[in-house]
């Protein structure tokens, strides 16, 4: 086991490239950091970092072993986790990666709960636009929006309450739709993915639906303006807080503006015929761990209290019953 303490030690120097780096990360003294780095070096009887700068560099042999031990690192720590699933104990280190909005709008305020729930799950939050699991890197990613069919196993979470909204503004200066025929007189920005060239940016297998409107079987492709779209929906909510337009957005995002009355919703009789939802895509072999079953269940835990919030402050006559 010393031996794999010196690795994981070395992995850390590795990453930072700093000695000091690693021992404030790892909450070790700067001098255990740096004798579990000369004592490999001892074993192997090469250098494996160069420490004549300010800020170490790895030699070619300390990139091949720093490489190395990632991988003796991930193994131990797959096999620490299967176990752990055969006893069914969430534990273990767990990464996950979501965009932007999602770690703001949902885990922010939250994240402390879990680990105080979990005392033995390590949790690594990586965030950024659409992420893939990947072994090694990230166990589980968080993905808003829309999928098509992939090698990944996806668990639809919930669907993402979403309402057609405009500014007060906005309806002094245009008025505003009082039927979906309406709609092709105002500005209406599309879905969070447009055109083929934003779902073709990364390996995410996003698919993007027509923004239409249902009611009954009534089913209506709402025109979309061509001046403005974005994957971000701050973004857009900038555009219609500016009067600027109508956009689809999160109920969420704006629970306090629509009962304030500052945002209107559009056509309230009318909803999103194929809203986003929120998935979790994780590969196989995640599948059995249990620190994973957890924290899906924590994220949908957040979204039905999310969903009873906003149900109970939005007035009556509202977007309600979500």
Not at 94 to 99: A, D, E, F, I, T
Not at 160 to 177: C, D, E, F, R, W
Not at 239 to 251: E, K, N
Request: charge should be neutral.
């Amino acid at each position: 086991m010393e031996h794999v303490d010196a690795y994981a030690i070395f992995a850390k120097v590795g990453e930072l490239r700093s000695i000091s780096g690693a021992a404030r990360a790892l909450g070790l003294p700067k001098a255990n950091v740096s004798r579990a780095v000369s004592r490999l070096e001892a074993i192997y009887q090469v250098a494996l970092v160069d420490r004549t700068g300010r800020r170490i560099a790895l030699t070619e042999v300390g990139r091949s072993l720093h490489a190395r031990s990632l991988r003796v690192l991930e193994e131990i720590e797959q096999a620490e986790a299967e176990i752990a699933a055969h006893r069914g104990e969430p534990s273990g280190t767990l990464r996950v990666g979501c965009p932007a909005h999602l770690a703001r709008d949902v885990l922010a305020d939250n994240l402390f709960e879990f680990l105080e729930r979990y005392p033995d799950i390590n949790l690594r939050l990586r965030v950024g636009e659409r992420l893939m699991p990947e072994p090694g890197r990230l166990d589980i990613v968080l993905h808003a929006g829309w999928l098509s069919d992939s090698r990944l196993i996806e668990r639809k979470i919930s669907e993402i309450p979403t309402i057609l909204v405009a500014s007060q503004g906005y309806a002094k200066t245009h008025g505003l739709p009082t039927s979906v025929e309406d709609l092709s007189r105002h500005a209406i920005v599309g879905n969070f993915y447009l055109d083929r060239a934003a779902t073709e940016a990364s390996g995410l297998p996003a698919h993007v639906p027509l923004l239409e409107l249902s009611r009954g079987r009534e089913r209506y492709t709402v025109p979309i303006w061509q001046r403005f779209a974005s994957t971000d929906q701050m973004l857009m909510l900038g555009i219609v807080r500016r009067s600027a337009a109508i956009a689809p957005i999160a109920a969420s995002t704006i629970v306090e503006e629509l009962r304030s009355g500052e945002l209107i919703h559009v056509l309230p009789s009318y909803s999103i015929s194929d809203p986003p939802a929120l998935y979790a895509l994780y590969t196989e072999r995640a599948a059995i761990v249990p620190k994973l079953e957890v924290f899906i269940d924590f994220v949908l835990e957040l979204v039905l209290r999310q969903r009873d919030l906003i149900n109970t402050l939005l007035p009556p006559g509202g977007p309600a019953n979500f």
